[in-house]
């Protein structure tokens, strides 16, 4: 039996992956808005949450474990090589190296920190949300994007600035820097729920598919159980 993927899964798929290597490319870049420091991932890793929120929401939580799966391997494919490529030795003629090496080199610790909170942050994200989905019969996806989305951030937060910087930052700052970017993120998704509802609606629409996650198994490491019911 062929199987057939659709287009509009695949694509919020390979997004969702895109997303999160780029996030951690831009985190290596520290700004600051409205006076708190944070990392240039905020660009756009909040745009991942609102793809896990579509994902979730319309193709179910285990389509979306599917695509957190990938997005993980992915991203650590890339911090594998990105890492590899840092530590070849450059050609003689080259004097970038330093310049190469500053902006691309990552400490084991803050990537391993990076991994562990997106895995975490983008799972509870996703049951959360399902979960909240069958509570209220599928009703007020605006509401319930944003709690995930909350739940999701918080988690991210506390596991990537805890396990990057304890023991080098005083707690007090880490604190700071959670609140900051829980608040920042989630403000960020606040903003483009419009946007996200009317894309969510559409891909509803042009897909014929709304799943809810009735009777599932929210083990997260069910990777390849993908079918659904619909309604």
């Not at 944003?146 to 990057?164: K, M, N, P, Q």
Request: net charge positive; proline share 3%.
């Amino acid at each position: 039996m062929t199987k057939t993927v659709s287009i509009s899964f695949m694509l919020s798929g390979i997004l969702f992956s895109v997303c999160l290597i780029l996030a951690n490319l831009l985190a290596t870049k520290v700004i600051t808005i409205w006076g708190f420091s944070a990392t240039a991932g905020l660009i756009i890793f909040p745009v991942s949450y609102i793809l896990n929120d579509t994902i979730t929401e319309v193709w179910g939580y285990r389509k979306a474990r599917l695509v957190i799966w990938t997005a993980f391997a992915m991203n650590f494919l890339a911090i594998v090589l990105i890492q590899l490529s840092v530590i070849i030795p450059p050609a003689p003629s080259w004097d970038g190296q330093n310049a190469y090496a500053a902006a691309f080199s990552q400490a084991p610790r803050v990537a391993f920190a990076s991994l562990v909170a997106f895995l975490s942050g983008s799972f509870i994200n996703a049951c959360v949300l399902s979960r909240m989905k069958i509570r209220t019969q599928g009703k007020g996806f605006g509401i319930r994007a944003i709690v995930s989305t909350l739940f999701g951030e918080s988690a991210d937060s506390c596991l990537f600035f805890t396990f990057a910087f304890a023991g080098i930052v005083a707690w007090k700052e880490i604190l700071i820097m959670i609140i900051a970017e829980t608040v920042l993120k989630s403000a960020y998704e606040v903003l483009v729920l419009p946007v996200t509802t009317v894309v969510v609606r559409y891909i509803k629409r042009k897909e014929q598919t709304d799943v809810y996650d009735e009777a599932i198994s929210y083990n997260i490491l069910k990777i390849t159980d993908i079918h659904n019911a619909e309604k």
